[in-house]
């Protein structure tokens, strides 16, 4: 039976660096209440002529180096972003030309938060039914572009980056060892954007210029992420037939201490297996967890054989999970 494996990960992140104290320049807040609310104390800001595109393609080639593994070779692209290049084209569409992987089919996914998961889980389904072969995906964002640098509710939480994976068929029973994605639709007005579809559209002299930035009910968000989280948690330890304590490093995505801690203590988790880095980065969205994956592969954090549980939330609402065994 075909399985899938994470053979490479790699990240990109902008080198401007926006700290609390910066912020407290900007909007009437202070690095303590930032720290104490959300345990962020820096975050990353792309510069004038980086895009979206031009983290993932970085991320991806640094993936693709360590799988060792040609652009040539990859028969699957897939993006999760909410903040692409474009409308359209998918933003997948550019990667896989500035990659030079033009056997790959390419397409953006619109999951927020969970979209690295939810590629994921479309990569593995591939890979699982022998369409694909080699896969790379990604979760890249530039959401300070999206964001109401006035709003301090909204504005001290997010920030630039990207991550990447490579996906490829495997024979062994390593790898993915399943994948849980959920949706919740009617909850979506409680974290989204507006402006810039079709019902606000940019071109509409009516539309309010405060609806292209995101808007958030943020007690509301972190009630459904902490009961999501778990749920899709729950789910990956319970197909899988474990418990969370047979969990080598419990991977979250980074949106905010208290929601990681909240669940952490569900799952009965101790500090040193729950890999934590959003006290650099803040929340940067889709992608947050292959940032993390890169970040704790590189580091040493994880060795083959260990067990990894990845878990997102996010706007739709949207969640999910992955287990792999490295
Ligand atoms: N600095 C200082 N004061 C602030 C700030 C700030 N940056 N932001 C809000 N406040 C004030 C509010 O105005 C309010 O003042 P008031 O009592 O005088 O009205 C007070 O602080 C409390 O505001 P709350 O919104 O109740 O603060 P809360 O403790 O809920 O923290 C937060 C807000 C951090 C947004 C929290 O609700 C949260 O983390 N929610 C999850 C949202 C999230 O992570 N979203 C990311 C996208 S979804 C995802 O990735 C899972």
Known sequence: MLTAKITGTG???????????????????SDEWITSRTGIKERRISADGEYTSTFAIEAARR???????????LDLIILGTVTPDFPFP??????????????????????????????LSIADSFIRSGRSRKALVIGAEVLSRIVDWKDRN?????GDGAGAAIIEASGDQDGIRSTHIFSNGACWELLYQPGSGSRNPAANPATDPASFFIRMEGNEVYKHAVRG????????????GINASDISLFIPHQANRRIIDAIAKR????????FINLHRYGNTSSASIPIALDEANRNGRIKPGDLIL?????????????????
């Not at 909204?154 to 997010?158: N, S, W």
């Not at 939330?313 to 999910?320: A, I, K, L, S």
Request: hydrophobic share 55%; charged share 15%.
């Open 11 to 29: 990240s990109a992140l902008p080198a401007k660096i926006l700290t609390n104290a910066d912020l407290a320049l900007m909007v009437d807040t």
């Open 63 to 73: 993936a693709l180096a360590m799988a060792n593994v040609l652009p040539e070779d």
């Open 90 to 119: 998918s933003t997948a569409c550019i990667i896989q030309n500035e990659l030079g992987a033009h056997k790959a089919v390419a397409f953006d996914v619109s999951a927020a938060c969970s979209g690295f998961i939810y590629g």
């Open 154 to 158: 909204t504005c001290i939480l997010f």
């Open 229 to 240: 989280m778990e749920e899709a948690a729950m789910a990956a330890l319970d197909a899988n």
């Open 267 to 274: 799952l009965d988790l101790g500090a040193d297996k729950v």
């Open 310 to 326: 990845l878990d997102a939330f996010g706007g739709g609402f949207t969640y999910g999970s992955a287990l792999i065994r490295w």
